[in-house]
């Protein structure tokens, strides 16, 4: 089984509805991360968390919104959704105790067409 | 923010070597990683370097020169596999724990 497990992998939505990305890990990592991938444009930060009562702005977060609702969960959440959120999403987690250097270790994606 | 420079691809021969470059520019450097990413799936860690200097793994080896704010990752014995994008990520002070990426490199790898 995956260590970072993001549901859906794939969402086909109609523009104005509400969708919820969930991510949850078993690597006991206290930092949490969404990222969008776009093509031509790499990955950019939406929203990150490095802690449960710790939520803070990517690069991208208008549109967006999150909830860290435990320590292994993470989810992201599109109120209104329009086609330019179409996108791959990736949840990502890492951990920066003294033996580590920040490695992101990522989910499987969840790809989310916006009509 | 960091500004990440990477060519957006190359093609390469079976069994040959591919150097892929990766200029930034950013302060309170703390680091540079790589990650492979093969169409449609996730990234996935290839290496890591905070000092100067070569890093070799395998058919992979990553270099790094701080004060050029430069990197590349060297592929060699290239294999049909290593088709993918390869992805450039300095760490900073300012993005601990939060990696920015470059727009990744598509190598492309011909029988």
Known sequence: DADVTQTPRNR?????KRIMLECSQTKGHDRMYWYRQDPGLGLR???YSFDVKDINKGEISD???????????FSLSLESAIPNQTALYFCATSDLGEANTGELFFGEGSRLTVL | GQNIDQPTEMTATEGAIVQINCTYQTS???G???????????PTFLSYNVLDGLEEKGRFSSFLSRSKGYSYLLLKEL???DSASYL??????DSWGKLQFGAGTQVVVTP
Do not use: D
């Not at chain 1, 086909?12 to 104005?16: H, L, N, V, W």
């Not at chain 1, 919104?65 to 320590?71: I, M, T």
């Not at chain 2, 450039?88 to 002070?93: D, K, N």
């Open chain 1, 12 to 16: 086909i939505t109609k523009t104005g």
């Open chain 1, 45 to 47: 930060l939406i929203y």
């Open chain 1, 63 to 73: 549109g967006y919104s999150v909830s860290r609702q435990a320590q292994a969960k």
């Open chain 2, 28 to 30: 309170g450097f703390n």
């Open chain 2, 32 to 42: 540079l990683f790589w990650y492979q990413q093969h169409a449609g799936e996730a």
């Open chain 2, 79 to 81: 294999q049909m596999k």
């Open chain 2, 88 to 93: 450039c990520a300095p760490m900073t002070t």
